[in-house]
């Protein structure tokens, strides 16, 4: 779907800061390229296109306020998000599927969740819905954006500078990071019927 080098050369700085923001926390975000787009930064960043001193910290902090919007979100619309009715931007199998995701794991759903697409999306906002306290909140959430941005940010960082002509295989490796991404949420998604009639 996405041209990642075009749209981070394009973009730039605001550009990334803006859909790691979008991602993280407005429900809307869901279907941008969060860990393929930090990945590619950093390699960019490796071409001297990028600065990575500011680029890892200015990701860090838009998935931090990303989050915390998500969660201010849940917190104000409360319960009545599970009734919403469908839209082109908004799907209430999205929020209940990371509802029961944050049901499993507590409050280290804040953190698992960046690293699982669609999810990291709407975990913060049933932490709102949950009433989750802030102060455990914004722990987890510091954890989890540092992890996922700066530890994505840096790989493709560290890959672009050491392996020579890295450029040529950026494209496979994007696809592998891609595959691999999807892996937890497939994996969640093959224990979710088990554990439906676990609890009938």
């Known amino acids: 779907m996405f041209d990642l080098v075009n749209l981070i050369e394009t973009g730039g700085y605001l550009g990334l800061f803006a859909i790691i923001f979008a991602e993280s926390g407005l429900f809307f975000g869901f279907f941008l390229p969060g860990d393929s787009l930090l990945f590619t930064a950093g390699f960019i960043a490796a071409q001297g296109l990028l600065n990575i001193w500011l680029l890892a910290p200015l990701l860090f902090v838009a998935a931090v306020l990303g989050d915390s919007t998500g969660y201010a979100f849940g917190k104000k619309v409360g319960p009545k998000i599970f009734n919403r009715p469908e839209s082109r931007f908004f799907k209430p199998t999205h929020i209940t599927k990371a509802n029961k995701f944050f049901l ?4 280290n759903a804040i953190v698992l969740a960046r690293f699982i697409p669609i999810i990291r999306t709407f975990v913060p906002i049933v932490a709102g819905v ?7 909140f914004i722990i987890y959430n510091l954890v989890g954006g540092f992890l996922w941005t700066v530890g994505l940010t840096v790989l493709g960082y560290t890959l672009g500078a050491q392996i020579p002509e890295a450029e040529k295989y950026l494209h496979w490796i994007i696809a592998v990071i891609i595959l691999t991404s999807f892996l937890p949420a497939l994996k969640h998604l093959k224990r979710e019927p088990k554990i439906n009639q676990a609890s009938k």
């Not at 499993?104 to 409050?107: A, C, K, L």
């Not at 949950?130 to 455990?136: A, H």
Request: hydrophobic share 10%; glycine share 18%.
């Open 104 to 107: 499993t794991h507590g409050n």
């Open 130 to 136: 949950g009433s989750m306290p802030y102060r455990n």
